[in-house]
C-alpha cells in the first residue's frame, strides 16, 4: 500500500513503520516537560506526537484518550436559537423516534411499529425525490473541497455553537461547499439561520435526505426495508443517531468528499485530505491506534471501503450499544480489511481532530488566571495553529453548557478563524 502524505507531510499511512530523527523525539519529550511543569495534568494530550509511519493500527502519541460513553453524558438543554426573531414561527414537531424509557424489545418493538407511519424520514415523497438532482447541481459549481453535515433535530435547536463549526468551515475553507442533510434546516427557518454565510457568497445547500435513494443498491438497502416492515429492534438508543451514522457513510458513498460532525472548530484547508479518518485513541505503550472516530471522515466516491462500512452496519446493526454502529463500526471493518490492496487508507494521529479529550476540553473554555496559565494557553494555540490540528472537536456532549470565556483558548482560537466572529462568547 501507498505511503499517502499531504503536502506538509504529516499525515500517517496505514501500514509502514519508521521513526523520526532524535531531535523530533528530544523536541517532543522537551515540550511534554515543559507543559507537564506549567500546566499539571496536560490539556492539550495528544498535541505532542513524534512523527512515525504506523504499522497495521500503529500510530505514535504519548497519551490516551477515551470515547464518552452515553450512559455517562446525559443530553442537556439545547442552545438558544440562532435568531431570536424566529422564536414566534410555529414550534417544529419533536423528535418521534426516541423510543419509551426502560421499555422491553417487545414493548419498544409494539411502538415503533405504530410510530411507523409517522416517520417520514424512512419514505421517499415528491420532495425527497429531487434530492439527488439537487444535490449533483450544487455539488456541480466548482467546489474546492465538499463537505457534508447531518441535522436531524428542530432548526430551532441548530444553535449558536454549531453556527460557528460552519462560520471557521468557511474561514479555512472558503471555496468549499457544504452540504447540511436535514429537512428541518431545509426551510425557512433554517434559511435565516444560514442566511449571513449565504450572504457573504458561500455555498450551503440544506437539502431534505431520500433515505430510501441514499441507501439503494448498497448493503444497507435490505436493512432499511426491515425497519420499515417493522421487524428490525430500533434499539433504546435515539434512532436519529444510527440513521446519522448510516446517512454519513452513504452519502460518501455516492458522492465523495468530507464528513464532519458539527462540534467541531475548523482550523486548516481539507483539500489536501483523501480517504483517511482519525484514531481518536491510541495505546500509550504500543502505539497502535484502539479506537478510530467516524465525526470526521474523507473518502472518494464509491470507496470499495464505504461498502465493508454499509454492509457492517446492516449485518450488525445494534441499537442498544452506544458506538457500535459508529466510531466503533469504522474500528472493526478498518481493523478487519483496512490491509487490501489497493484501499490507501491513510489513519492520522489524534492531533489532526481529537488533540484535546473529552475530559479535559473544558479548560480550553477558562480564562487564564495566573502567568502559568498564560504561558499554557500560549503553547496550546501554538500547537493548535501552527501543529498538525486540522479541526478541533469540541465533545458538545460535554461542553455544549460551558461559557466561552474571554481571553481563553477556544474564544482566541475561533476569533482567529472565523468569518463573521459572531457571539462567540453566548455561544
Known amino acids: 500500500m501507498s505511503v499517502k502524505r499531504t503536502p506538509e507531510n504529516v499525515l500517517l499511512d496505514y501500514r509502514l513503520l519508521s521513526r523520526t530523527a532524535k531531535s523530533s523525539i528530544f523536541s517532543t519529550v522537551s515540550f511534554a516537560a515543559i507543559f507537564f511543569i506549567i500546566y499539571a495534568d496536560s490539556v492539550i494530550s495528544n498535541l505532542s506526537m513524534q512523527r512515525v509511519v504506523p504499522s497495521n493500527h500503529e500510530i505514535l502519541d504519548h497519551d490516551h484518550q477515551t470515547q464518552i460513553p452515553e450512559e455517562q453524558i446525559k443530553s442537556t438543554s439545547q442552545l438558544p436559537n440562532m435568531q431570536a426573531n424566529i422564536d414566534n414561527i410555529e414550534d417544529e414537531i ?83 461547499c457544504l452540504v447540511i442533510v436535514s429537512k428541518s434546516m431545509d426551510s425557512e427557518r433554517g434559511y435565516r439561520i444560514l442566511k449571513p454565510l449565504l450572504d457573504r457568497g458561500f455555498k450551503i445547500l440544506a437539502i431534505t435526505p431520500d433515505l430510501p435513494f441514499l441507501v439503494k443498491d448498497t448493503p444497507s438497502e435490505s436493512w432499511l426495508e426491515e425497519l420499515k416492515s417493522g421487524g428490525k429492534d430500533p434499539g433504546y438508543i435515539p434512532l436519529p443517531q444510527n440513521l446519522a451514522n448510516l446517512i454519513r457513510l452513504a452519502m460518501l ?64 446493526f445494534n441499537g442498544n450499544k452506544w458506538g457500535h454502529n459508529g466510531p466503533y463500526l469504522v474500528s472493526r471493518v478498518i481493523e478487519s480489511v483496512g490491509n487490501t490492496p489497493g484501499y490507501n487508507l491513510t489513519i492520522l494521529p489524534p492531533k489532526a481532530f481529537y488533540a484535546v479529550d473529552w475530559v479535559r476540553i473544558h479548560r480550553l473554555f477558562r480564562k487564564p488566571k495566573k502567568r502559568s496559565d498564560s504561558r499554557a494557553a500560549k503553547i496550546i494555540l501554538n500547537e493548535l495553529n501552527d501543529g498538525e490540528t486540522y479541526a478541533l472537536h469540541l465533545w458538545n456532549k460535554r461542553s455544549r453548557k460551558l461559557v466561552i470565556e474571554e481571553g481563553s ?19
Open 94 to 176: 419533536h423528535d418521534r423516534l426516541v423510543p419509551p424509557e426502560n421499555a422491553s424489545q417487545e414493548e419498544r418493538l409494539g411502538w415503533f411499529r405504530r410510530k411507523l407511519p409517522e416517520l417520514e424520514i424512512l419514505h421517499s415523497d415528491n420532495l425527497t425525490k429531487q434530492f439527488h438532482g439537487r444535490v449533483l447541481e450544487f455539488l456541480d459549481t466548482g467546489c474546492s473541497s465538499k463537505f457534508y453535515m447531518i441535522w436531524l433535530s428542530p432548526a430551532k435547536s441548530f444553535g449558536k455553537r454549531e453556527f460557528l463549526a460552519l462560520d471557521t468551515l468557511f474561514k479555512s475553507n472558503p471555496q468549499g
Open 253 to 316: 458513498y455516492k458522492y465523495g468528499g468530507i464528513y464532519l460532525d458539527t462540534d467541531f472548530v475548523i482550523l486548516k484547508d481539507f483539500s489536501g485530505l483523501r480517504n483517511a479518518v482519525g484514531a481518536q485513541s491510541i495505546d500509550k505503550n504500543s502505539k497502535q491506534w484502539t479506537t478510530l472516530n467516524n465525526a470526521v471522515m474523507i473518502f472518494d466516491v464509491n470507496h470499495p471501503i464505504l461498502v465493508n462500512f454499509l454492509a457492517e452496519f446492516a449485518k450488525t
Open 409 to 427: 483558548v477556544m474564544a482566541r482560537l475561533i476569533s482567529e478563524h472565523c468569518v463573521i466572529c459572531q457571539d462567540i462568547y453566548t455561544s
